[in-house]
């Protein structure tokens, strides 16, 4: 039967999830929108509690065994974090992947608070095989909507965890950190990304706090134009992360 009431507990729960980072760690679950993300989640073996879809919809819903229930398009869009609803969207558990022990590649985000800059940030960093990343408290919420979807699934490839800088510094204990800043005295591409690293980005405002720079023994820069001040921590991160990436894969 189709689930047409905004007042279904269900409907109520996630609508609830979508808008309060308390909610989401109380109950230990995120929501995810889309065909692509919710197909990449079960992919990578995380099931969901259960899956709401328009009709039209139907067809599309990934293969696996999970309750589906249709829901109308009011529904869905009330529900829904988008302007322009895909008709699938589905509650999970809050992935957890334990921190490695003795990591060779580690981000390190300190008070990066856009969501769109945070997804793009922990996406880029799967790809290029960052093991771990450690955020500063007053970062955006991992699990914010937004932030999910433009992770695109990165949240179920990487360690993420939110710690304080005692506890970012024990873990980094040991590695060489460098922190990104645009008046930097090494830049980027001349550090050996070979080995054990922790690379530090702060946020868009005022790049990395007081803390989380006592923890670097350089600042890396990346050069750009004149005319050009800087960019987001998103595109920093990106361009850095890659380069350590190149380096690794064409080391003798």
């Known amino acids: 039967m189709m689930i047409t009431s905004l007042q279904n507990p269900r409907v109520k729960q996630i609508r609830a999830l979508q808008d309060r980072a308390r909610t989401r760690r109380k109950e230990g679950k995120i929501v995810l929108e ?4 919710i197909g990449d989640a079960i992919a990578q073996g995380h099931m969901p509690d259960f899956i709401f879809h328009t009709p039209d919809a139907e067809s599309v819903l990934p293969a696996g065994r999970f309750e589906a229930e249709p829901v109308s398009a009011e529904v869905m869009r009330h529900i829904s974090d988008t ?10 558990a809050m992935p957890h992947h334990a921190l490695p022990p003795s ?6 985000l300190d008070a990066i608070r856009d969501p769109g800059n945070m997804g793009t940030i922990l996406r880029a960093a799967a790809a290029a095989g960052t093991e771990a990343i450690l955020m500063s408290p007053d970062c955006v919420d991992t699990f914010n909507p937004k932030v999910l979807r433009a992770g695109m699934g990165a949240h179920f490839r990487v360690a993420l965890a939110v710690q304080d800088w005692t506890d970012i510094a024990a873990y980094c204990a040991g590695i060489a950190v460098y922190v990104a800043a645009s008046a930097g005295d090494l830049r980027y591409d001349q550090v050996d990304w070979t080995g054990r690293w922790a690379l530090l980005i702060g946020g868009e405002a005022q790049g990395a706090g007081q803390q989380a720079q006592s923890l670097a023994q350089a600042q890396v820069y990346i050069p750009m134009h004149a005319a050009t001040e800087s960019i987001n921590a998103a595109m920093a991160a990106s361009v850095i992360l890659f380069e350590a990436q190149r380096q690794r894969l064409t080391q003798p």
């Open 103 to 108: 990591p060779q590649r580690v981000l390190i």
């Open 34 to 37: 889309g065909v692509r993300l």
């Open 83 to 92: 302007q322009q609803p895909q008709g699938i969207i589905g509650v999970f």
